[in-house]
């Protein structure tokens, strides 16, 4: 258990590219943290300087109040979880697990029992004595995981483990990380490119893009309160509706103009955008899909149906508006009739609207949210 | 055309090809046929009925293997002795060498390393007839020219083919297996020993299996370093199997020719699959 400290840690590779600007970042002792971004964004390549695996070009990583930048990775009290596994193929579950011990000189008795401990726990007990190529993409995740839990390190890395996986077994192992993190309770750093491994397991996410910290926080902050556009299209599935409109100021109020439409925005939002003193202006508004709602005929704003997918719970409809623009709209089927349901086929003309107090609002310049 | 007649056509054009497959089976067979058949024959009859069966008054038997293994002062043993030493030194030392700079060149991607890399693939074009004189010149001032050093020659020589070999299989082991060994606890020379070396099995047995067929029958090499007269490998005692006046008993020549092939034929046999498998894994995810 300990606490990391990245200050102002830099990636220059020799080709002059940065892949890393100035990062800097406290994870507190215990916390399971998150580097989440698009492929090319810096997630993994901060975690390989925390590992020791990534020479570091500028700043300083410490780990327990302990500069480590200059330690090999074995000296720096870390575990670490690969995206390929990264088993030895030539050696049994066992003494894959086993290996760091043995080379600690740990004593026979003491492996046993701490990879016994650890099988028990990832349920891979039956398979202790096969080879890793005789084992499914979970179970070998499984024996990673039991590689890296006996190490009793003082911070858990783990890079992407879980993208290599279907579906299916992604949600089941995501549930099992929650539980081990749980009863190993030690420092987690955990990089995924899926905005959902992100928000389930983190304690703070840190959304990366283009080498640059977009934002730092707990998964409510960033899903509510999106520092800036990216944030707000990255988190989220389906992504945020995003609208080029005008922010209109009237009489103390605001409203948005959306595709001809004027909704007024709410009590609280209202008054966040009036205390940073904003009159009217253009602005991109961001509505989540999941608060656009159909209104009634010739009410809202109007829309063409393009795409309709069917999620079980909910449709995911994909709109176009008069002028081209395209919004994703999510209605739970449970509110819906069967005559309405068959109804929104390709092609049919339907009507939405979302309400003030959901709004998210854009610099279309900066792209920077107006009330941060 | 109608499906009868291009399945026929097809059928012709199979039986051409197994035709012309066996024509070419039976070219390479045949010198190996024809020392098996001579290597049981009277030596006055190798010359006049070279593919004839050994049988009645041209059966010899296995005077010639006797022959062959007591003909002059140098005995025979001696020369298997000095081809089983230097052939299994010679390619213990290009395994263990030449994996260790594969690795070192496949993961290390600086400027020197391309040089290397490149100088043994150039190493592999130029034939050894351009090199024999200067090379037994320089064997013999470095004291290269007995049977425990030649292996070092041989290490050079060796080195080109099985770098590109290795080189290519070590590109496809994930970087991420030696990464996650650097964390567990291993220096360089660990993460090759423990880590490294068990993956490159298949790759080192196809090498081993090359590098054994050609020492074991190189003759040239040891022929132009070691002093003959003291130490002999297998191909150079063959050579030697001469009567007085020069004469040359072929019967007895075939015999030990037989003799020193059926190692290899073996050894081949058992490791055939390896070498596919190697080969196809260097080439194929390099």
């Known amino acids: ?372 | 055309m109608t499906k009868q007649d291009s399945l026929a056509a097809e059928r012709r054009r199979k039986t051409i090809m197994s035709v012309v497959l066996a024509a070419i089976c039976i070219i390479y067979v045949l010198p190996v046929l024809s020392v098996v058949i001579n290597s049981f024959k009277v030596n006055t009859f190798v010359k006049t009925d070279t593919f004839a069966l050994p049988t009645g008054e041209m059966w010899a038997g296995f005077s010639n293997f006797i022959k062959g293994m007591t003909f002059g002062n140098y005995p025979f043993w001696k020369s298997v002795a000095f081809s089983a030493l230097i052939t299994v030194a010679s390619t213990a030392l290009i395994l263990l060498f030449t994996s260790m700079a594969a690795w070192y060149i496949a993961r290390v991607n600086s400027f020197s390393c391309k040089l290397i890399y490149y100088l043994c693939v150039f190493s592999m074009v130029v034939p050894f007839q351009m090199v024999m004189f200067t090379l037994s010149k320089t064997a013999d001032s470095l004291h290269l020219n007995t049977p425990w050093t030649i292996p070092i020659v041989y290490l050079g020589f060796g080195a080109g083919l099985s770098i590109f070999m290795f080189v290519g299989f070590v590109k496809s082991i994930p970087l991420e297996i030696e990464e996650a060994a650097s964390i567990d606890g291993c220096g360089p020379v660990r993460t090759y020993f423990s880590v490294v070396f068990p993956m490159l099995k298949p790759t080192m047995i196809s090498v081993g299996i090359l590098e054994i067929m050609w020492i074991w029958n190189d003759y040239l090499l040891p022929y132009l370093v070691l002093d003959i007269n003291e130490y002999r490998t297998i191909p150079i005692h063959i050579q030697y199997l001469k009567g007085s006046y020069g004469t040359v008993d072929l019967g007895a020549t075939m015999a030990l020719i037989l003799l020193s092939i059926i190692p290899v034929i073996i050894f081949y046999l058992i490791c055939q699959k390896h070498i596919i498998k190697g080969v196809a894994a260097g080439a194929v995810k390099g």
């Open chain 1, 1 to 372: 258990m300990a606490s990391v400290k990245l200050t102002n840690v830099q990636k220059v590779y020799d080709n002059h590219v940065i892949a890393v600007h100035d990062f800097n970042l406290d994870i507190k002792d215990k916390e399971f943290i998150v580097f989440v971004g698009p492929s090319g964004c810096g997630k993994s390549t901060t975690l390989r300087m925390v590992a020791g695996l990534e020479d570091i070009s500028g700043g300083t990583v410490e780990i327990d109040g302990e500069v480590v930048n200059d330690l090999q990775p074995k000296d720096r009290g870390i575990a670490m979880v690969f995206q390929n596994y990264a088993l030895y193929p030539h050696m049994s579950v066992y003494d894959n697990i086993a290996f760091s011990l043995r080379l600690q000189k740990v004593p026979e008795d003491v492996i046993f029992e701490k990879v016994t401990n650890a099988a028990e726990i990832l349920g891979i007990t039956d398979y202790l004595m096969r080879k890793p190529r005789a084992l499914s993409g979970g179970q070998r995740q499984r024996v990673a995981i039991g590689r890296a839990m006996v190490r009793d390190s003082k911070v858990f890395l783990m890079d992407e483990p879980l993208s290599n996986l279907d579906a299916k077994l992604r949600n089941q192992m995501r549930a099992e990380i929650i539980l081990l993190r749980q009863k190993l309770n030690t420092t987690f750093i955990y990089v995924t490119h899926d905005q959902t491994e992100a928000m389930t397991l983190g304690d703070r996410i840190v959304i990366m893009k283009d080498g640059f910290i977009q934002q730092v926080g707990t998964p409510t902050e960033v899903f509510e309160m999106p520092k800036n556009l990216f944030v707000a299209e990255f988190i989220g599935a389906p992504k945020m509706n995003i609208m080029r409109t005008e922010l209109v100021k009237e009489g103390g109020k605001y409203y948005v103009t959306p595709f001809g439409s004027k909704i007024e925005v709410d009590g609280a939002k209202g008054q966040a955008l009036a205390a940073k003193g904003y009159g009217s202006r253009s602005i991109d508004l961001g509505v989540r899909p999941e608060h656009i709602v159909l209104a009634k005929k010739g009410e809202g704003i109007p829309c063409t149906l393009e795409v309709n997918e069917m999620m079980g719970s909910e449709l995911h409809l994909h709109v176009f508006t008069e002028d081209g623009t395209r919004l994703i709209v999510r209605v739970p089927t449970i509110g819906l009739e069967q005559d309405e349901r068959e109804n929104l086929v390709q092609g049919h003309r339907l009507f939405v609207t979302f309400e003030g107090k959901v709004m998210h609002f854009f610099d279309p310049e900066s792209g920077e949210n107006l009330l941060n």
